[in-house]
């Protein structure tokens, strides 16, 4: 048997934990794989004297980073310490050690990938990211290597298993948000701070990181609009399964002609009759649509210890594959993306059907007034249904044909000016407009 392949592991959290797991349960069978044995030789913790439930087989606990970064028999370095500060130093480091990277991080991938490619690249190396996205699907790879001959139309993902979680629980269990959240956090998938999750940033890290991906381009969370999941009641929930409807989380990607992309995260009103809206609980998914394989999904879970472990390590096996050329670069060569090329166009002006509902007076003209606004910013009503009366206030559900956001918009803050209208209550995209329906 060759040398063995020592790995340093920055980290030992829930993720860390699974992957020393992985390497260990699975040791013969990577090995056999691979051809070499893979040892973690040292692992990164804040605290040396905790009881750790998994087994460190011969690995060494230290403090100290340098432990790790400075050993030159240390090939692989992993880090899956969640978190910009320091992993970003670390990587950076890492990398200019000539060190192979892999990271479960999505927010230090968002932010800095343009300087880890670089880096990378300076310094005959690589990073691997599977596990930043998506969990245990290989959704990277998928779209690296699975769809190479393709150019992505459009990618629509349900990425973060907190909020699918939350809001299958509501609809199915009638659950309130804060026990779902509650047990979510308990299942390990949450993030430390929730509000992560809910807000629809943990997913704007990973539609970055996939922007990059599948459609070449350099953007960062700050240029990307998203919404979270905090507006979406158990009302609306109720009301888009009576129209044939489920509510999820989606992160969209699509190439606009021209050039252009558009990147947005926001709840979606999704027809029964798509796969997608059958994605349940922590399950994470990609539907995409390749210009030559037409639609494809990938299904799985998002998050999780040994998810999360099994994507880490699936990144390790893929470096030592690529130890065997002379210059690593199969990952840039798939991924370097085009930094001057795609124009991210304004959310606004993306067209989509829209679901509104609002707390009118119940008296004769109010229907009239709402009808002339929508017509006079060409806007087309394909339903609606008043629900239930309360002290002469109607509830009102209307969806629209697809306009544009920007005009919606601009009706609504019109609407909301009538003294018949009491409350806007709840504004959701419906349907996947660019195919796939
Ligand atoms: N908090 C994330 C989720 C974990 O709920 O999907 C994986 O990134």
């Known amino acids: 048997m060759s040398e063995p392949i020592c790995i340093g592991v920055l980290g030992l959290g829930n993720v860390g934990a699974g ?25 990164l913790v804040h605290d040396l004297h ?15 980073a340098e432990d790790i970064l400075n050993d030159p028999d240390i090939r692989i370095v992993v880090e899956v310490m969640g978190g910009e500060q320091p992993a970003y130093d670390y990587i950076c480091a890492a990398l200019r050690a000539g060190k192979y990277v892999v990271t479960a991080n999505k927010e ?21 990211f599977e596990a930043s996205v998506g969990g245990g699907i290989p959704i990277i790879r998928s779209l690296k290597v699975g769809y190479a001959a393709n150019q992505v139309k459009a990618f629509y993902g349900i990425l973060n298993g ?30 430390a701070d929730p509000t992560m999750d809910v807000s629809g940033l943990d997913t704007a890290y990973k539609l970055s990181i996939l922007a990059a991906v599948a459609l070449k381009s350099e953007v960062q969370v700050s240029d990307i609009s998203y919404e979270g ?35 947005r995260v926001h709840p979606t009103m999704i027809p029964l009759s798509h796969p997608l809206a059958h994605v349940r609980n922590e399950l994470n998914a990609l539907f995409m649509v390749g210009d030559m394989v037409g639609e494809a999904m990938l299904l799985g879970r998002g998050a999780g210890s040994l998810p999360t472990g099994s994507a880490v390590v699936s990144d390790i096996v893929d470096i030592v594959f690529d130890m065997a050329y002379e210059e690593p670069k199969r990952t840039q060569r798939n991924l370097e993306p085009h930094y001057e090329g795609a124009v991210l166009v304004d959310a606004g002006t993306v067209a989509s059907q829209f679901y509104i509902r609002l707390w ?78």
């Open 229 to 263: 999941i905090e507006k979406v009641t158990l009302h609306d929930i109720r009301h888009a399964r009576e129209m044939g409807y489920a509510i999820k989380l989606l992160a969209i990607g699509q190439q606009t002609g021209r050039g252009g992309i558009s990147l």
């Open 50 to 64: 905790k009881k750790r439930s998994v087994s460190l087989g011969s690995a060494t606990l230290t403090v100290n």
């Open 108 to 128: 230090v991938v968002s932010k800095h990938k343009k300087t880890f490619f670089e880096l990378a690249r300076k310094h005959h190396t690589d990073i691997y």
């Open 162 to 191: 907190t909020t699918n979680y939350i809001l299958t629980q509501i609809s199915e269990k009638n659950q309130s948000f804060e026990v779902a959240l509650k047990t979510a956090q308990e299942l390990g998938f949450a993030e």
């Open 19 to 43: 992957v020393l797991e992985v390497l260990d349960r699975n040791a013969d069978v990577l090995t056999q794989r691979t051809g070499k044995r893979l040892v973690v030789k040292t692992v």
């Open 360 to 437: 009118v007076a119940d008296a004769p003209g109010t229907l009239a007034k709402l009808a002339a606004i929508l017509g006079e910013w060409d806007i087309s009503i394909s339903k609606m249904m008043q629900q239930s009366v309360k002290n002469e206030v109607a509830e009102l559900i209307i969806v629209t044909h697809s306009v544009l956001e920007k005009k919606m918009r601009q009706a609504l803050s019109q609407i909301e000016t009538l003294p018949e209208v009491k409350d806007i209550a709840s504004l959701l995209h419906v349907g996947l407009d660019e195919g796939g329906l």
